[in-house]
């Protein structure tokens, strides 16, 4: 009986497993993979192609390529699947042609874009038309224009199209900048409106439905166009989402597009495969935007670059394309002769694969992997990095700003770079920021190397100080100090005074007063003297403080953070808190912050410790990597001035790059850049309220970077952090007095300290 | 004929038991040879030969020593007032009652919830504005800071045995269900009353039982720490900073010397122990069988 009820339920068991993880309409997410033996070769098959907007193509019936450039007159060429020109089509237009398709007949579609500007350049009215031509360039339908008013950046972005698609009926979808899809007839009317949610790229298969991309619900979508109705839909990670889609009608594939590589879905969206990865190419020269990209009945891919580091002011947009032809042998050479260096960063920006492969092509014998696959939890990050440093192996370039580095430190897992610079004449310290490379010793060694900084500022509001009389001497004031100036401005004197506020209302006071409280870290933790001294009437203090601050009317009683760039009554605060500088440009924003009279100055310091909280990208290399040179000429390649002065917004990362001469190249050109932004788009200017920045600007973020003091490793020290953090909410929760949370404190951290 | 019949059968058995004797091997005797040889260097990375220093390190560190003495106090409070309360529930669940069976199986659920359901009671019910501080409120006492006073201990407790009292019931059920009723009707014809035949009959019959017990409760006191962990962070108040909360913390700092010296040492003290109780039972035992 038993045994017939075991055998039952076995084969209950197995009957689930099989049939219960059927693949069904939706998919949580599908994640990529190499394709096994096939793989891409790269070369670039045009360049020079001028326009006056991105370069995009389509693929004709017959595998060539059509695109629009601009040279002295706007007009169509189509190339050949080598890059090949065949022919031209001369436009009978005015304005921009780039928004076009190919129908099945090989008819070109265009969305032709007129723009009307007024005297400060801003775009007033947008006229569309279509016009189509057919195969051998004879205009065989043109539409009436049609203009419409854009007063705003909204209407503009609803006037104007991203990509225009034909169906097998010849319907014509428009997908706007706003992420619109409108159907139109000939004359440009809008016939329909697909669900007015936000879809970022569309294409159609052969049935006429509609694959769409929305990009912030992280979906693909198959929609009925006739009624509207989804008919599958797949959520995927943010790698894995695409930029632009295209749909092969013979493979019945879907095909992705975005920063990472071209991924390809099947026709129910279950298995992704990335068949590229454009990290092992070279398409993402500094400067380049990968507009859009074309696949070919054999599987070959052809993307249209955008050189948009060296547009050229009378030519416009200058463009590449580039092809990767599908082979089925490895053309690269061996792995084995080269020497791997692993580079472990923790951010998703695929700058370092960028500049990885810009250092390959000069040390052909040694080969950078980039490892940023873990960028979204600390823990597991930091618990993998430990297993393999127990192990002996390990990253040999860990690159990060929030790990607990004195633990890897003190337990010899980083090399002492010092040591290295003695020995190579090549690299002088007079070069970069000497006063970020002192600060970030850790007793007379230097176990990390920073590549770039950010700084901590605090933002004043000079026309309160002035008029109170407050002179303020940022390089030395402490918190105490600030205590005091911020009691002062808010003390009204007479009785028709205008009554000031020393900073915003803030929800929770915590990391404010965590910043007090642990400025002097180093010396409550008794790092000279090895006496643990939060169970001193001096912290109680410091704590009491922070509780008056608290509950005293300093703060502004509705205006908080996120009111600041609306509301006028700032102009009554003296100070905004913690403000982070992670690039000259972004002071662009500062007159949001104060109208017009403001002044950036350094965080208080605390009483005993004069440390900062600075953050950036710091490079250690692992004591346990078999090439610690080359490790660090890598390193040495990521400071080098060529490097440092260029940082593209799109596909860079945030920090003052260390260099001192890239850093004056960079300010420099911030500069310049703004003056020639404020020329040419000074609505812009208007609407956000922005800040020229000049030179002197520059002078005061440098010399705020100068007196930063030491890097206070203990500061940043996870477990510290939790344990003073922890303690101090409560104290702020009025659960627990001073003295209580002093002795907490006390206990906790002597036992941490002497583990 | 027969011997080869026997060779058979072994080799069969031995390629039966084979898949669990490698996992045991690789997962656990492997690691801890191999955690021996660490404990014996300074460094988990290019550390030098040190010998015994680590040891004699641990031995003199203050806050180890916090660790061992919050560790032996309260396994020695908590094993016996578990055995204690289970060995009377479980005297209690053996006669006649009413709903025994629904009581039986209510002593066990504590064992299958899942630990974070659990945690979530447990902080509504000592937290600073919780249940019981409630009640007490009520009664005009003042609050009690439960977790972080030298009550602490207390909650740990009241966890440890309200999770265990199950496994431990359901041992002692079991063992006396194996006592024969003709002992008991014979010691009561001989005019013994409950207390007697508590004394002769089941605390003897039940040694073996008992035993076991009292090393599964030591070996579970130790894993209190997951409870333990998850209500009070890595440092918690002094009086509940045990054994494993060392070891947790030597992990995260990467000392991991330190985290297998204070396990080798551990794992000693248990062996030791378990030793001594089975030379204990063997003794009885025999004395009893003769």
Redesign the interface.
């Known amino acids: 009986m038993t045994r017939k009820i075991t055998v039952i339920a076995i084969a209950f068991f197995l009957l689930v497993n099989f049939f219960g993880c059927s693949s069904n309409q939706e998919l949580i997410s599908g994640k990529p993979e190499a394709e096994n033996g096939v793989y891409y070769n790269e070369k670039i098959i045009s360049e020079k192609l001028y326009s006056n907007d991105y370069i995009t193509g389509y693929l004709s019936s017959k595998r060539n390529m059509v695109i629009f450039v601009k040279d002295e007159k706007p007009k169509y060429i189509m190339l050949d699947e080598e890059g090949n020109k065949i022919r031209e089509i001369s436009c009978g237009f005015k304005g921009k042609g780039n928004i076009f398709t190919l129908d099945k007949n090989d008819n070109l579609y265009v969305l032709v874009h007129q723009y009307e500007k007024d005297e400060n350049n801003i775009v007033t009215e947008v006229t569309r038309q279509l016009i189509v031509y057919d195969t051998e360039g004879k205009k065989i339908i043109k539409g009436t224009p049609l203009k419409i008013k854009t007063e705003g950046d909204e209407a503009f972005r609803e006037a104007v199209a991203k990509g225009i698609y034909v169906n097998s009926k010849k319907d014509i979808y428009i997908l706007n900048l706003n992420g619109n899809i409108q159907i139109i007839n000939e004359n440009g009317k809008i016939l329909k409106n697909i669900d007015t949610s936000l879809y970022q790229a569309i294409a159609i298969d052969e049935n006429d439905n509609l694959i769409t991309v929305k990009s912030q619900e992280k979906t693909i979508e198959k929609i009925d166009a006739k009624n509207g109705k989804k008919i599958w839909h797949m959520t995927l990670d943010k790698k894995d989402m695409p930029r632009e889609i295209i749909y092969d009608k013979n493979s019945k594939a879907i095909y992705g597009m975005n920063d990472n590589g071209i991924i390809k879905y099947d026709i129910d969206g279950n298995v992704a495969k990335r068949i590229v990865d454009f990290n092992n190419y070279s398409i993402h020269d500094f400067g380049t935007y990968i507009v859009d990209f074309e696949i070919d009945s054999s599987e070959n891919i052809y993307c249209f670059v955008a050189d948009d580091g060296n547009k050229d002011m009378e030519k416009g947009y200058i463009g590449r394309i580039y092809k990767y032809e599908k082979t089925d042998k490895m053309v690269e050479d061996k792995k084995e002769d080269k020497k791997q260096i692993i580079f472990s960063v923790n951010t998703p920006s695929n700058y370092f694969s960028i500049v990885a492969r810009m250092f390959e092509k000069e040390h052909p014998d040694i080969k950078i992997i980039v490892d940023n696959s873990n960028t979204s939890d600390y823990l597991e990050y930091r618990n993998k990095l ?1 297993a393999t ?2 192990a ?1 192996k390990g990253p040999d370039i860990i690159c990060s700003s929030s790990l607990s580095f004195k ?2 430190i003190e ?3 980083l090399i002492n770079i010092n040591e290295i610079i003695e020995k190579d004449k090549n690299f002088n310290k007079e070069d970069y920021n000497t006063a970020v490379l002192n600060a970030m010793e850790y007793k007379d060694g230097l176990y990390l190397m920073p590549i770039n900084y950010d700084l901590n500022v605090m933002i004043a509001n000079e026309k309160i100080l002035k008029e109170k009389g407050i002179h303020i001497d940022d390089k030395n004031w402490t918190w105490t100090d600030f205590h005091n100036i911020a009691k002062k401005v808010c003390e009204s004197l007479k009785e028709n005074d205008q009554k000031y506020y020393a900073f915003p209302k803030m929800n929770k006071y915590t990391s404010f007063f965590y910043q007090m409280v642990v400025s002097d870290i180093d010396y409550y933790l008794g790092v000279n003297d090895k006496k643990v001294k939060f169970n001193t009437q001096e912290f109680i203090d410091i704590l009491n403080l922070c509780k008056n601050i608290k509950t005293s009317n300093l703060a502004h009683p509705q205006i908080g953070y996120e009111e600041f760039p609306e509301s006028p009554s700032r102009e009554n605060i003296a100070f905004f808190l913690n403000q982070t500088i992670s690039q000259y440009e972004d002071i662009l924003g500062f007159n949001n912050v104060f109208n017009s009279d403001w002044k950036i100055l350094s965080m208080p310091k605390g009483e005993h410790d004069k440390t900062t909280k600075i953050y950036g990208n710091f490079c250690g290399i692992n ?2 990597s078999k090439y610690k040179d080359e490790a660090w000429e890598f390193i040495k390649f990521l400071l080098s001035e060529k490097i440092q002065a260029f940082n593209n917004p799109l596909n860079g990362i945030d920090g003052i790059p260390m260099n001192n001469k890239a850093r004056k190249i960079l300010a420099l050109s911030t500069i310049e850049d703004q003056k020639k932004y404020k020329q040419n788009k000074p609505e812009r200017f208007m609407e956000k309220n922005l800040y020229l920045i000049t030179a002197a600007d520059i002078n005061t973020i440098d010399s705020i970077a100068n007196n930063i003091g030491k890097y206070s490793y203990n500061r940043t020290d996870k ?1 510290i952090t ?2 003073i953090g ?1 303690q101090l909410d409560l104290f702020l929760e009025d ?2 007095s001073a003295e209580e949370t002093a002795k ?1 404190i006390q ?2 951290i002597e ?2 300290i ?2 | 004929m027969i011997s080869k019949f026997k060779k058979t059968e072994t080799t069969s058995a031995l390629f039966f038991l084979a898949p669990s004797v490698i996992g045991l091997l690789i997962f656990y005797i492997i690691p801890f040879i191999w955690m021996i040889f660490y404990s014996f260097f300074d ?4 550390g030098r030969f040190v010998g015994l220093q680590n040891y004699i390190n641990l031995i003199s ?4 020593k ?1 660790a061992v003495t919050n560790t032996i106090v309260f396994t020695g409070i908590s094993v016996p007032l578990i055995i204690g309360f289970s060995l009377l529930l479980s005297i209690l669940l053996n006669k006649k009652i009413y709903f025994r069976h629904g009581l039986r199986t209510s002593f066990i659920v504590p064992l299958v919830v899942p630990v974070a359901s659990v945690i979530l009671f447990f902080e509504l019910l000592f937290d ?1 504005r919780g249940f019981i501080n409630g009640i007490l409120a009520f009664l005009n006492i003042s609050p009690i ?1 439960w977790l ?1 006073s030298s009550w602490a201990m207390l909650v740990v407790i009241i966890i440890y045995i309200w999770k265990n009292i199950g496994y431990n019931i359901v041992l002692f059920l079991a063992g006396l269900q194996g006592i024969p009723k003709e002992y008991y009707e014979a010691v009561s014809i001989d005019g013994a009353g409950p207390v007697a035949q508590f004394f002769n009959i089941t605390l003897i019959y039940l040694m073996p039982t008992t035993f076991f017990v009292i090393i599964i409760s030591i070996i579970n006191s130790f894993k209190v720490f997951r409870e333990v962990y998850l209500l009070a ?3 918690p ?2 009086s509940i ?1 045990m054994l494993q909360h ?1 070891m947790n ?2 992990f ?5 010397h ?1 985290l297998v010296t204070s396990a080798i040492l551990m794992a000693a003290v248990i062996y030791l122990i378990v030793l001594i109780m089975f030379k204990i039972q063997k003794r009885i035992n025999d004395a009893f069988v003769d």
Not at chain 2, 43 to 46: A, F, L, M, T
Not at chain 2, 61 to 64: A, L, M, P
Not at chain 2, 252 to 256: I, M, N, P, T
């Open positions: 430990n440093i127990l002996g633990d890897y337990k010899n897992a004591s346990n477990e939790k344990i922890e659960e627990i907490r206990n906790k036992i941490m002497n583990e | 460094s988990p990375i290019n560190n203050g806050v180890y916090l600073t800071d972080n962070g890595d440092y108040h002094q900073y060392y913390n030597m995260r700092k990467l000392d991991y330190k």
